[in-house]
């Protein structure tokens, strides 16, 4: 297997088994291993012989596909939870609140992340009936969550994740937009605030609209749309949060509008979800497809149809210790197949990321994924039957396919598991040539892109002294000795504007029944209008939400150049050698 060193160390570190002592007691191909049979043991349930364990171990051991860091971690153990992304809902009583907290410390402990909209609690400053008190309203529980949160290590291997979600026309809005701004709040919470077509139409019309207390259903007060809006521009600009999540348009593609409302996702907002529902992810390694300088779609169709296989397998093996999480993950069988190294595949076909050419790519490639994960999800519905909750939802109709999945595409970050495929993470363009990645817990890795130094030594521009020069600074814009259309390959997440972000995200968007994951980077220099424009852009285009980030606009961030890192020691008085 071509793992790295990195690839190596996290593997070590979070996924493979141990014993009581905390010593390592498997190899990466026993975890593959342990994984395929694992999941390939759901055909027996269906006595179906298609001899799967060799195909997704297979697919696994060569990185071409891997599925979320449950599935890799619990596969095969005493923990039965694979999915990674839940969604669980917030009533507006204590006994509704701190059952949700319970079920969340559970979620937390064996893997998964949890998303949920607190727009359903009352106001703070409203009335509570059975006390005669006041409310404290949402963020005074949030941090409640967030505190708990803190205190449960997921599986013993990483920090639960949290994604808080407030409706735009909640009277606490305010708060909510403004919550992080004292440091070290809401440290385990991302933030998003779920913005209705109405509220973006007051935007662009200059007018007010109304805030609504959730109890009563009434507005309580009208507010100036276009200073809430700013004002979400502002914080994203100060901090990276909040992001948007577009509700209407989510709920428009709700596979099962009959189960309800979608009002949250999970923590990176790249899976709406209903309450009570999960989903398990998995993504396909582009950068595997490529061959000769184009895409072996060959290839790509059989990892298709070998992923979708693998995670509705999933669906059979996982247990909840939530009846009501079970009765929705068998409902509806939603699955979230994505991509990651799309960075590397442009790269290798020779395409600029900022180009209208990348965002022909992104639609090339996700049309055939789309198209293929759901000729895939129809023969297996052909042989083990439609998703329980089939009747009454969007396919219940003449002339649409009888799936097996209620939905089936999503982007996802990728994070850690494309660091062990040893490609560029979900669909972002590479952050810098070379660069620092910070991840469990402070543990740094540094990552330098392998077709850079392969392009360098192969046209003869190579030198140890250049590499270091691109090891500080991360970008090889404006350097002499950097051939002009290998800068204009190699181009980074800081080299170009926040548009080509944007619309690489849509592109991918159109593709996708659930959402995208996706950072729109800002230089350190941009303004709060440029994040505005940002998000006016991601609406009119069509994507399901967008999260922004300024770079160092926290004083911690996952991904910094050595360069960032020697500004930093210089505030601090620390050493730090680039080497």
Request: charged share 20%; glycine share 10%.
């Amino acid at each position: 297997m071509e793992l790295s060193d990195n690839a190596l160390k996290v593997l070590r570190r979070r996924y493979l088994l141990k014993d009581e002592h905390g010593q390592v007691t498997e190899t990466p191909e026993q975890m593959f291993r342990r994984v395929a049979g694992y999941v390939a043991s759901a055909d027996e349930l269906y006595r179906d012989t298609a001899g799967s364990e060799q195909e997704f171990y297979s697919v696994m051991s060569n990185l071409e596909f891997l599925p979320n860091s449950p599935t890799l971690m619990n596969a095969g153990t005493r923990i039965k939870q694979l999915a990674a992304c839940f969604v669980l809902p917030v009533g507006d009583s204590l006994d509704e609140i701190f059952g949700t907290l319970k079920s969340a410390a559970i979620i937390h402990q064996s893997g998964g992340g949890t998303g949920f909209s607190f727009s359903r609690l009352r106001p703070q400053g409203d009335i509570v009936g059975s006390t005669g008190g006041i409310a404290s309203g949402p963020v005074s529980f949030m941090k409640v969550f967030d505190a708990a949160t803190q205190a449960i290590k997921q599986g013993g291997r990483r920090r639960g994740a949290n994604m808080g979600i407030l409706r735009v026309d909640h009277p606490d809005i305010v708060d909510f937009i403004t919550a992080k701004h004292e440091p070290g709040v809401l440290t385990n919470f991302n933030l998003s605030v779920g913005v209705s077509d109405t509220f973006m139409n007051a935007v662009e019309a200059g007018e007010s609209y109304g805030l609504l207390n959730p109890r009563t259903g009434e507005i309580t007060r009208q507010k100036d749309a276009i200073e809430i809006f700013n004002l979400i521009a502002a914080s994203a600009w100060e901090s990276g949060e909040p992001g948007m999540l577009f509700l209407d348009r989510i709920n428009r593609d709700n596979p099962t509008p009959g189960q309800g409302m979608i009002e949250a996702t999970n923590p990176c907002g790249e899976q709406p979800l209903l309450a009570y529902e999960a989903c398990n992810l998995g993504s396909i390694n582009l950068d595997k497809m490529v061959d000769g300088g184009s895409i072996d779609y060959d290839k790509l169709g059989r990892t298709v149809d070998i992923a979708v296989r693998f995670l509705d397998n999933v669906i059979d093996l996982e247990q909840f210790q939530l009846e009501q999480i079970d009765l929705m993950v068998r409902g509806n069988r939603k699955i979230g197949l994505g991509v990651m190294g799309f960075a590397d595949m442009l790269i290798r076909l020779g395409i600029a990321y900022n180009s209208t050419e990348a965002v022909q790519a992104a639609e090339e490639v996700m049309t055939f994924i789309c198209s293929r994960a759901v000729q895939a999800s129809v023969e297996i519905a052909q042989r083990r039957g439609v998703f329980g909750n089939f009747k009454g939802s969007i396919y219940d109709r003449s002339g649409r396919p009888k799936v097996r999945n209620a939905t089936r595409i999503t982007i996802a970050p990728t994070g850690t598991i494309s660091m062990i495929a040893g490609c560029s993470s979900g669909i972002e363009p590479i952050y810098a040539v070379s660069y620092v990645k910070t991840v469990m817990e402070g543990e740094k890795f540094v990552v330098t892109n392998p077709y850079f130094e392969q392009m360098a030594r192969q046209e003869g521009f190579y030198s140890p002294e250049l590499m270091e020069r691109i090891a500080s600074k991360g970008s090889v814009q404006g350097m002499p000795d950097v051939p002009v259309a290998v800068q204009r390959l190699f181009v980074t997440s800081h080299d170009m504007g926040y548009e080509w972000h944007i619309r690489v995200q849509a592109a991918f968007q159109k593709y996708a029944d659930n959402a995208v994951s996706k950072t729109i980077n800002f230089r350190h220099d941009a303004t709060k209008e440029d994040v505005a424009r940002a998000f006016r852009l991601a609406y009119t285009l069509g994507c399901k939400g967008i999260t922004v980030y300024r770079d160092r606009s926290r004083s911690e961030q996952v991904l910094t150049t050595v360069e960032d890192l020697m500004q930093d020691c210089e505030y601090c008085g620390a050493v730090l050698n680039p080497t």
